[in-house]
């Protein structure tokens, strides 16, 4: 058995283990007390799966197993491609003990979370995420679902996997900008609400866009114990979960309006949290100094040319809306992140352009 470090999302009988360790498949962890029944279905990608299913089995061993490979990339996050996988259920017989397996990165970590929230009402199912955003991000909190070709993520569920497992080997064959986009989701987990974090990944970027195994663990280890404490605090979102959505309100509209998969989603998400950070109103040296840390990671600290109105449209499908008032995640400082709906809609314009 392989070394590795456990960290626990508490969610009373929904509680589920993080394990974070490297040389975890190849038989490294025993996944079978995760998997309900005797059958799994491995949802995995063309570009994942050759690289990783067949090594999966001696996790699972005494275990039915059958797998299904998505077409790769954003675009595919979609109600079709959810459709195929529930098609892969119903052929195989699946039923209400079966186990659905996410190897991959958030698209499938997504695609493959809300087929098990639908099938027959929701099945288990366990996440085994493959990327460095998904491994300190999407795999866990339990949200699930696909894109609406009018806005990201919008048709979903929440479903919390049983366990997820994090091999940090499989990080090696992930390429550079995938690696510098997941690491603006670490880097969003320092700004929001713990400011030595922040410092550490100042002191640390260099080790960990160099893949030091080390630096990529305890990043991923930090990343974890905090997501894991805002989900346990707040599930659904009543409030505040939000705060794991700092800079997401600007970099869902980058992402759309670009096209799924122009952007990556990390990258969005950087231009984002720099104009999150300048509506916020704090001083321009943390705004600054935010910036400094992104361009060191190799992320966009601009977003693209996007007109005032495609902004204002494409936000007015942000979760966050009520009331047709939006929302933002904003900074009092760095470390210290806040959701309101008091926003100064003067610097809102001049961030995207409009005029007022
Ligand atoms: P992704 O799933 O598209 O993976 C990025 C690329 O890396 C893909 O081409 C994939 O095939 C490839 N890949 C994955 N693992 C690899 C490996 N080990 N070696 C080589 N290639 C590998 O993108 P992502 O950045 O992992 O996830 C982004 C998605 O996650 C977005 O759709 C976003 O909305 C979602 N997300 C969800 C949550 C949540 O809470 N559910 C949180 C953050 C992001
Ligand atoms: N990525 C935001 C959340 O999980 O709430």
New binding site residues.
Partial sequence: MSVHKTITVNLGQRSYPIVIGRELLDGGFDLTSFVKGRDCLIVS?E??AP??CKRLAPNLAGKTITSIELP???EH?TVATMQTILDRLVATGANRDTTVIAL???????IAGFAAACYMRGVAFIQI???L??QV??S??G???V?HARG??LIGAFHQPRAVVIDTD??A???DR?LR??LA?VIKHGAICELGFFEWIEQNIDALLAKDPAALAHAIQRSCEVKAGVVAEDEREAGRRAILNFGHTFGHAIEHSQGYGVW???EAVAAGMVMAAELSGIAASDVQRLCKLLQRTGLPTEPPTIAAEDWMRAMGLDKKVRQKQLRFVLLRSLGDAYFTAAYDEKRLGQIIGRKI
């Fill in positions: 990608n570009t994942v690289l990783y790769d990339g954003e996050k991959g990165g958030g698209v499938v970590g997504d995420p493959t990327t955003l998904a991000d999407s866990v909190g949200k699930t679902g894109n990201k993520n499989t990080l064959t992930l390429p995938e986009a997941g989701e990556l989603h990390g």
